[in-house]
T-cell receptor, first 117, second 107 residues
Framework: DAGITQSPRHKVTETGTPVTLRCHQT?????MYWYRQDPGHGLRLIHY???????DKGEVSDGYSVSRSKTEDFLLTLESATSSQTSVYFC????????????????FGSGTRLTVV | GIQVEQSPPDLILQEGANSTLRCNFS?????LQWFHQNPWGQLINLFY???GTKQNGRLSATTVATERYSLLYISSSQTTDSGVYFC?????????FGKGTKLSVIP
């Protein structure tokens, strides 16, 4: 298995509370991503990272922040959770380069199901 | 950004049938991938295929980058092929995904 784990797997939280989701990898891959999946919308990019402390916004970044203080961990924080952030959140990793060959193939984590009540 | 459209949105097959799923993208891509999401929600990478053709067992994929489309072929479908198939494209490394094709294979 590609070593990527997400925690927690399930979470129920109240509106207005902060929530942090964790993505941990053991592959030493450079790139990490957070997506959310909602019915009718497919997978939408929230934030991504291209190295330690290097992050950027994706398509649906409002209300979310991220941090990557070391290669293996990429944290997603909902600053003040709202019901519209009820979703399944997926983390993904990709290597970038395999020697002299580009390899941006994604490996996804198992997802976190977040419910905001 | 890149727009990705997948067709058909839904597909029902009898076990043993073949199928072709299509992914069109609005701009040139250097990164094109196909994924299968099984009924338990797990996303599995099937192909990383920015151009050309690849095969893996009963599955194969072809990307024609100059014409901005990719095809996923499933031959001799099995019930375990059921789920949602996503393609994702990018100019570099962060993928934009289509909305998927939901495949149901019935015995």
């Amino acid at each position: 298995d590609a070593g990527i784990t997400q925690s927690p797997r399930h979470k129920v939280t109240e509106t207005g509370t902060p929530v942090t989701l964790r993505c941990h990898q053991t592959e030493n891959h450079r790139y990490m991503y957070w997506y959310r999946q909602d019915p009718g919308h497919g997978l939408r990019l929230i934030h991504y990272s291209y190295g330690v402390k290097d992050t950027d916004k994706g398509e649906v970044s409002d209300g979310y922040s991220v941090s990557r203080s070391k290669t293996e961990d990429f944290l997603l924080t909902l600053e003040s959770a709202t019901s519209s952030q009820t979703s399944v959140y997926f983390c993904a990793i990709s290597e970038g380069w395999q020697g002299a060959t580009p390899n941006y193939g994604y490996t996804f984590g198992s997802g976190t199901r977040l419910t905001v009540v | 950004g890149i727009q990705v459209e997948q067709s058909p949105p839904d597909l029902i097959l009898q076990e043993g049938a073949n199928s072709t799923l299509r992914c069109n993208f609005s701009d040139s891509v250097n990164n094109l991938q196909w994924f299968h999401q099984n009924p338990w929600g797990q996303l599995i990478n099937l192909f990383y295929i920015p151009s050309g053709t690849k095969q893996n067992g009963r599955l194969s994929a072809t990307t024609v980058a100059t014409e901005r489309y990719s095809l996923l072929y499933i031959s001799s479908s099995q019930t375990t092929d059921s789920g949602v198939y996503f393609c994702g494209g990018a100019g570099s490394y962060q993928l934009t995904f289509g909305k998927g094709t939901k495949l149901s294979v019935i015995p």
